[in-house]
C-alpha cells in the first residue's frame, strides 16, 4: 500500500459535557451551532451529541470515558472580530470573550460550563 492512498478527513474534538441543557445552551444559543445529531443508547444513560458551524465539527459527550473535563482546542478561523461582536451582542451572562493580540494572530477564548476551552484564532499577515 502506497502513503499517497492515505487520507485524513477533519478532526471533531470531543468534549465532555455533564448537562445537556447547559450544553445545548452554550453551543447552540451562545456560540451559533447547530445540533447535527444525538445518540443515547438507552433513556437515562448520557449524551453523545455533534454540533457543527461554519465547518468546526464538535462531538460532546457525558459519558465518562470519552473525554477530560478542562480540554483546549485550538481553532483556526477567519472573522473573528465578527464573531466576538455577535457573541457580545447576545449579552450571554457566563462569558464576556475578549480578543487578544499575540505574536500569531488575534485569539480568542471561551470557556464552556464544563471547563473546556475553545480558544479560536485568526492569524495575522505579520505572524
Known sequence: ????????????????SFDDEKAREFY????????????????GL???AEVERAGLRLHLSGHHGDACPGSTVFVRMTGIRAFQ???????????RPDIQEL???LVM?????????????????EA
Open 1 to 16: 500500500m502506497s502513503i499517497d492512498t492515505v487520507a485524513f478527513g477533519q478532526p471533531s474534538p470531543i468534549l465532555r
Open 28 to 43: 447552540c444559543s451562545f456560540l451559533g451551532f447547530r445540533l447535527v445529531w444525538e445518540h443515547r443508547f438507552e433513556p
Open 46 to 48: 448520557p449524551l453523545y
Open 85 to 95: 461582536a455577535e457573541l457580545l451582542a447576545k449579552d450571554y451572562g457566563f462569558a
Open 103 to 105: 505574536p500569531w494572530g
Open 109 to 125: 477564548e471561551i470557556a464552556d460550563p464544563f471547563g473546556n476551552r475553545l480558544r479560536f484564532c485568526e492569524e495575522t499577515p
